[in-house]
C-alpha cells in the first residue's frame, strides 16, 4: 500500500493525492517546521501563562475530555502530574465505548487519585443521532474533509456536555486531547467570549437539535451559567503542543 513519505498516511485515506516524491497534500499545505516550532514555543508560553494564574484558584483547574485514549490520558498526565492543577475528567459514554476503554480510564483514574464523570445520554438519543450521521450529511461539506460525519456527531456531542460542565461549575480551562493533525494550530488555544460559546452552541443546536429535537436540550449548557461563567472558558489542547 502507498504511503506518504512524511505522514505516513495511506492511500485509503479520503481524497488523498500523492506529488512525485510520494508526499501528500495535506503535507504540503504544512508551514515549514522552523515556523510550526516556533508557534508551539508561543503557545506553550501561553499555557505556562494560563496555568500560573489559575493555579492559584480554589476548586477544580481543568476539565479534561477523557475517551481513555492515549492522546486525552497524556493531556490528563500532563496537567495534574506536570503542572499541579485540580483536574475534573469527563467521559462520554456514547454505548460504543469498549469495557476496556472504561476499565483503563477507572484504573488510571484511580492513579491519579482523580475525581471523574461519566454522562451517558439515552441509548435511544444516541441511536437517532449516530444512524442520521450515517444515513446522511450533517454538517457543511467543507467541515467533513478530515472527518466523518458520525465522528463529527460524537466530538459535537461531547463538547456541548463538557461545556456545560465547565460553565455550570465556573472551572477555567476546558482541555481535549487533540494532536495537531486533528486540530490546527493557529487554533489549538483559544481564550473564548460569551459570543464565540453561544456560536458554538447555536451551531450544535443546528445540527444535532435538527435530529434529536427537543430530546437534546438537556445536555445543552443553561443560559444562566453561560451568562455567568462564560468570560472564564478557554479551550486547549496542550498534548499538541506541550
Request: charged residues 20%.
Amino acid at each position: 500500500m502507498k504511503r506518504c513519505t512524511r505522514c505516513i498516511l495511506p492511500e485509503t485515506f479520503p481524497n488523498i493525492e500523492f506529488d512525485a516524491e510520494g508526499v501528500c497534500q495535506y503535507c504540503r499545505m504544512l508551514p515549514p517546521i522552523e515556523e510550526r516550532l516556533a508557534q508551539k514555543k508561543h503557545l506553550h508560553a501561553q499555557l505556562e501563562k494560563l496555568i500560573g494564574k489559575i493555579r492559584q484558584q480554589p476548586g477544580y483547574h481543568c476539565l479534561v475530555a477523557w475517551s481513555g485514549g492515549k492522546d486525552s490520558t497524556y493531556a490528563i498526565w500532563l496537567l495534574k502530574q506536570h503542572y499541579h492543577l485540580n483536574v475534573l475528567s469527563f467521559t462520554l459514554d456514547n454505548s460504543f465505548i469498549s469495557d476496556v476503554a472504561l476499565k483503563n480510564i477507572r484504573l488510571v483514574a484511580e492513579r491519579l487519585n482523580l475525581d471523574h464523570i461519566t454522562v451517558k445520554p439515552r441509548f435511544k438519543l444516541i441511536k437517532k443521532l449516530f444512524t442520521a450521521a450515517i444515513n446522511g450529511p450533517l454538517y457543511a461539506p467543507q467541515t467533513l474533509n478530515h472527518v466523518s460525519n458520525l465522528c463529527l456527531t460524537r466530538a459535537m456531542l461531547t463538547e456541548i456536555i463538557a461545556l456545560r460542565i465547565t460553565l455550570e461549575l465556573g472551572i477555567p480551562l476546558l482541555t481535549y486531547g487533540w494532536l495537531p493533525g486533528q486540530f490546527p494550530l493557529d487554533t489549538a488555544f483559544q481564550r473564548t467570549t460569551r459570543e464565540i460559546l453561544q456560536g458554538n452552541i447555536n451551531k450544535a443546536k443546528a445540527s444535532l437539535g435538527k435530529v434529536a429535537g427537543p430530546e437534546i436540550e438537556d445536555l445543552f449548557p443553561r443560559s444562566h451559567a453561560l451568562k455567568k461563567n462564560a468570560h472564564l472558558s478557554c479551550h486547549c489542547s496542550p498534548s499538541g503542543f506541550a
